[in-house]
Structures are given as C-alpha cells and as structure tokens.
C-alpha cells in the first residue's frame, strides 16, 4: 500500500510565504513524476507545478517567478515553496506521484490535500 501525505498549509497574509511537504511512504520501488495541484471553491482541480525523477520543471504561468517546486529522491518527499502569495492562490493543495509500487505496477497516488489561505 502506497500512501501521500501533505503538510504545511495554513493562513497567511498577502505577500507572506509558506512551503508545502509531501511524504511518500509504503510499498514503494520508484517514483517518477510528481506534482501539486491545486482547487479553489466552484473551480476545477488545476496543476500548478509537477518535477520528473530528473528534476525537470514545469509550472502554470499564474505562479512562475513565485513558487518552488523540488524533491529528494532518498526521502521520496516533494516540496513546494510559495512565496509572494496572493489571495488567488487560496485553495486546497494536493499532491500526486506517479508511482511503481513493490508488485511492479505503476499507478497514480494523490494525498488528502491541505488548505492553504491567503488573508488579511
């Protein structure tokens, strides 16, 4: 059994900064791309950046210059540092990997998501 688990959101004021951790842990052999996504109240579930086991990056325009995306292989862990935040980026915060599990099956994982509000 494969499990994500996200932590680090939170309330923070316009402009402030916050990093989001996602830990990967069970039956795991290798994890390939991961990546946060995001959904804000009546909007659908968007990607806002994703990393290969290569660490390439890739990220929607609304957060380049912004947010941090990056991983530790060894800890089979992904971050996201969000900085300048903006009441926009209010939502709740998931993340996926894509991951080959002990039985040799690569399937598709999502954490329990984490919210993340930005306000005065």
């Known amino acids: 059994q494969v499990q994500l688990v996200e932590s680090g959101g939170g309330l923070v004021q316009p402009g402030g900064s916050l990093r989001l951790s996602c830990a990967a842990s069970?039956?795991?052999?290798?994890?390939?791309?991961m990546g946060w996504y995001r959904q804000a109240p009546g909007k659908q579930r968007e990607m806002v950046a994703r990393?290969?086991?290569?660490?390439?990056?890739n990220y929607i325009d609304s957060v380049k210059g912004r947010f941090t995306i990056s991983r530790d292989n060894a800890k089979n862990t992904m971050y996201l540092q969000m900085n300048s935040l903006e009441p926009e980026d209010t939502a709740v915060y998931y993340c996926?990997?894509?991951?080959?599990?002990?039985?040799?099956?690569?399937?598709?994982?999502w954490g329990q998501g984490t919210q993340v509000t930005v306000s005065s």
């Open positions: 069970g039956s795991i052999s290798s994890i390939n791309t």
């Open positions: 990393i290969s086991r290569g660490e390439a990056t």
């Open positions: 996926y990997a894509h991951i080959l599990d002990t039985t040799m099956i690569w399937d598709d994982y």
